[in-house]
């Protein structure tokens, strides 16, 4: 007769796509949103809690097919048959909770929000279902007054977590300039907004691809089309040169504006700016023209805005919408700058184009520009750690009414990532003082040796393990991180003195010294019972 099998155990690993963040990356990431939460509540944002869990049809582009919701969303049906999820993101709550209390809540209404979002997509390296967002957004106003707020404040936050000025900076552009440059180029008709729609599609993924594909493959996509290193063939917009050039110049835009700013010498400020003519010299460059570096004189940063708002006035000045982009841009770089907010800091760039399908205005990004070493071992920049912008529409879908906002979100893994790089982002992830306990019956003599530490502010904790060998509490005082281990035996007991043991600077002695060294900076000290507080005070830095 055979027996029957032990039922299977459960396997002891963390789901796919997920991971467990333990005691130092947790206080790390705290300390840093804590410190970004005290810059938004200075702006008057205050803070907002939403559920984990969502109707999917309030997260909007996620909504249920025929058995189940689409991919993209951890989604179930209750009991009543309604599809929930776990929120995608922390915008679409925003906008739940704005049309839910529209009338209870100030407008424009200003929040910022932190907290884990989930994504049922293929995970792969860095690339998480579960992750954290910071955003910070204000609803219900249109003036461009908040979106110059938002990237202030997103400057003020970058420097208060420890990114300095000079390794950062906030770019602003605006989709609307983009939409005047399709109308300049012929892909836009105001009147009826669809058609181009699939040459003006070709266009916008060949401006995102600059980065990867140059300005000639940038060209060739607005073309006929482009020929890859493989032989396969992308078929283009059809844009004639003179259409091209249009859009090359957008494209272009920041490289020639760093040129042009070489060519004034960051001297005359005031001084017209003319586009006429550099569009087809940055097209007869070719990429040439972008390996030229420019490092700004200081003096540059009044003129830099000044300069790029007058080359995107020009390159737009025969589109409406294109226009009234460049007018938001001139707004929101002259309240930033009677701010102290400077092109070093914040500034217009073209450049930003990532993103601009979602978008109705206003867009910024944050980039950090030191250098760091990727996997490779080659030098690169960090890259871009917040991003965000105007959009119309956030409640409309709920109560039918347009409702404006902006906003950005910030990388929280990456932020995190780039303040390591910087040797910023340690935060004391010390471990608790241990207590140890020499003997059982004096347990609770212990207990009030930890407790008088903590009622001055110090981590302690009483050893509750088995403590007959006392080796393994100093193992366990090891792994925990203590920095001090308080010994007191019997006869510490009797003579009314405690043994302090500088758990740290042992480590360092037994790694550094010398065994003569060893002896003669012994990390073990005695001190009166009555001086325990004072004694690790000093010892943690604090006396």
């Known amino acids: 007769m055979s027996k029957d099998k032990a039922p299977r155990r459960p396997r002891a690993e963390t789901p796919k796509g997920f991971r467990d963040y333990f005691g130092a990356e947790v206080t790390e990431r ?5 410190t970004i939460a005290e810059v938004y509540h200075r702006y008057g944002f205050d803070p907002l809690e939403t559920s984990a869990v969502e109707t999917v049809e309030a997260l ?3 909504l249920p097919d025929v058995d189940r919701p689409n991919e993209g969303v951890f989604a179930w049906q209750d009991e009543d048959e309604d599809w929930l999820a776990l929120r995608y993101d922390l915008t679409a709550p925003l906008a739940r909770v704005a049309a839910q209390f529209r009338n209870d809540l100030p407008s424009p209404y200003r929040r910022y929000a932190m907290g884990p979002v989930w994504r049922n997509e293929k995970p792969g390296p860095g690339r998480f279902r579960q992750f954290y967002q910071c955003d910070a957004d204000t609803v219900g106003t249109g003036s461009v ?3 110059a707020e938002i990237c202030a404040m997103l400057s003020d936050a970058l420097e208060a977590t420890g990114i300095p000025r000079g ?3 906030v770019k602003v552009n605006n989709r609307k300039v983009l939409n005047g440059v399709m109308e300049v180029a012929g892909v836009l008709d105001p009147s009826d907004p669809e058609k181009f729609a699939h040459e003006r599609g070709i266009v916008l993924r060949a401006i995102d691809k600059i980065d990867r594909l140059g300005s000639e493959g940038v060209r060739a996509l607005l073309g006929e089309g ?12 059809g844009l004639s040169p003179e259409q091209a050039d249009v859009v090359m110049g957008f494209v272009n835009a920041p490289r020639y504006i760093d040129e042009r700013l070489i060519d004034i010498e960051a001297a005359h400020p005031n001084q017209p700016i003319s586009v006429i003519g550099h569009i087809r010299q940055i097209r007869d460059a070719g990429d040439d023209y972008a390996s030229r570096r420019l490092t700004l004189p200081v003096r540059a940063y009044e ?3 000044r300069v790029t708002l007058s080359y995107l006035g020009d390159l737009v000045n025969a589109s409406v919408i294109g226009s ?3 007018e938001e841009l001139s707004q929101i770089s002259d309240l930033l700058a009677i701010q102290g907010y400077l092109a070093d800091r914040i500034r217009v760039d073209p450049g930003v184009v990532r993103g601009l399908g979602y978008y109705t205005g206003p867009v910024f990004e944050a980039e950090l520009t030191f250098e760091i070493l990727d996997e490779k071992g080659r030098k690169r920049q960090f890259g871009s750690v917040a991003g965000g912008g105007r959009y119309d529409d956030l409640v409309k879908r709920f109560t039918g009414q347009s409702v404006p906002a902006t906003g950005v979100s910030i990388g929280v893994d990456r932020l995190l990532a780039a303040l390591r790089a910087k040797g910023r982002g340690q935060v004391d992830t010390r471990g608790p003082v241990v207590v140890t306990v020499m003997d059982r019956d004096r347990m609770a003599d212990y207990q009030a040796m930890a407790g008088e530490l903590r009622r001055a502010g110090i981590r302690a904790e009483v050893y509750l393990g088995n403590p007959k060998n006392f080796g393994n509490q100093l193992k366990y005082a090891d792994k925990r991180q203590s920095p001090v281990a308080v010994i007191q035996g019997t006869d510490e007991a009797a003579r009314g003195v405690v043994q302090l043991k500088d758990l740290a600077l042992g480590a360092k002695i037994a790694a550094e010294a010398s065994v003569e060294e060893w002896k003669s900076q012994p990390a073990q000290s005695e001190v009166a019972r009555t001086d325990l507080v004072a004694a690790v005070k000093r010892l943690l830095g604090q006396g």
């Open 145 to 147: 007054a908040a979106d």
């Open 324 to 326: 009234e982009g460049v």
């Open 303 to 305: 003129s830099r805005n």
């Open 226 to 237: 482009r020929k890859d290193e493989s032989g396969d063939f992308t078929k283009g917009a």
């Open 167 to 169: 390794d950062y900076v």
């Open 30 to 34: 705290k300390a840093m949103l804590d």
């Open 60 to 62: 909007g582009k996620f």
